[in-house]
């Protein structure tokens, strides 16, 4: 899992990069920010050709910047996965 950061986008660019603990970059394509019981959470999908999609907290910081919070609990991040897939087959 990605470390919690602060990540600074350009608004014309929906594509941010990930660095994991292992020194790993992936650069993203920001699909969708989201909510669940109150708190936001941000859907990417990586830009790798795999049709993985990685789910985090999103907390915006301003404008221009905000930050990608693991979701530590199993329970919530099955919770959370939920959603998303019912949002994505209303659309």
Known sequence: MAEDKRTQIDEDVDVITLEFED??????????????DGNE?????????????????????????????????DELFAKVVEEFDAIMAEE
């Open 23 to 36: 020194g790993v970059e992936i650069e993203s394509e920001v699909m969708g920010i989201f909510e669940y």
């Open 41 to 73: 959470y941000i859907a990417l999908i990586p830009l790798d050709d795999s049709d993985d999609v990685y789910i985090y907290g999103y907390k915006e910081i301003s404008d221009e910047e905000f930050e990608l919070v693991d979701i530590e609990s």
